[in-house]
């Protein structure tokens, strides 16, 4: 059995500069490296590289990436620093469809709002909206990432665009069988899915062509999803059209994109065993 740390609150966001990303985030308790792994991961576009030769097409030639984790919240976040040349320009500043906001466990978010700042001086992050709902403030920090700390355990909030959110529907249940459940006037959850991913749908949520966008530009974001079928998924990709792969299957991991934006890492029921 592998000894991998895969929890479902594992989220990702595209950056512009590794290492200045994860000084911020050690300043609230995530790890300086991720484990295992001392020195970014760096992949590549040639032939013994498998996922950098996948990845190309949307990420660059060449790219890093690493996760970093919280040891006692247990969450992670997934650093993907993208070739410049593979950089696309973001002139937006609300999350885009299939964007996340992140939430981010802390013990005293004000305090923890005022180290990400203090270890970041040449960015300036919006003024925190307090949001009694979170138990946390909301704000925009480097890279336009929009995330909110809270005290309560971690989460992502997933965008969508209303007109196309029965197509993102169709795609979470008949495609990777996951029940979705209103629980609010155009609030949506991920049911049993071991953790908490909501679906917030608005008329005003951008929505990006896939195809062109690739989620290559920055604070675009990806999330987790653990104990899938990787074989069902494969065959309901054929059977419906709906999404495919970015990196296809392989011993037990792959990571695909659906129809409206979202870019999800998989991991198989029966990974490790």
Request: charged content about 25%; some cysteine; overall charge negative.
């Amino acid at each position: 059995m592998t000894s991998l740390l895969l929890p479902q609150t594992h989220h990702g966001i595209s950056c512009t500069d590794i290492e200045q990303t994860k000084r911020v985030l050690r300043s609230i308790g995530f790890t300086d490296h991720q484990p295992g792994a001392p020195e970014p991961l760096t992949f590549r576009n040639k032939h013994d590289d498998y996922i950098g030769q996948v990845t190309a097409g949307v990420l660059g030639d060449i790219y890093h990436t690493h996760y970093v984790e919280n040891p006692i919240t247990q969450q992670q976040i997934d650093l993907i620093e993208i070739s410049p040349e593979a950089m696309l320009q973001r002139d937006w500043e609300d999350p885009a469809q299939g964007d996340l906001i992140i939430g981010i466990q802390v013990e005293d978010p004000q305090a923890a709002y005022q180290s990400m700042q203090d270890s970041d001086p040449e960015v300036r992050y919006t003024p925190p909206e307090a949001l009694a709902s979170e138990d946390g403030i909301l704000f925009d920090w480097r890279d336009g990432q929009r995330s909110i700390l809270t005290t309560r355990e971690p989460f992502a909030l997933v965008h969508y665009n209303k007109q196309t959110f029965p197509t993102t529907k169709r795609f979470f249940e008949e495609v990777l069988a996951i029940p979705v459940e209103q629980i609010d006037q155009d609030r949506y959850q991920l049911a049993g899915i071991g953790g908490r991913v909501e679906l917030i749908v608005s008329e005003q949520t951008r929505a990006l062509d896939f195809a062109i966008w690739g989620k290559h530009y920055p604070g675009a974001n990806h999330f987790r999803l653990i104990q899938q079928d990787i074989e069902r998924i494969t065959r309901r990709f054929d059977e419906t059209g709906l999404g495919g792969y970015i990196i296809p299957p392989a011993g037990g991991f792959a990571f695909l994109y659906g129809p409206t934006g979202e870019t999800i890492e998989t991991f198989d029921a029966q990974f490790g065993d």
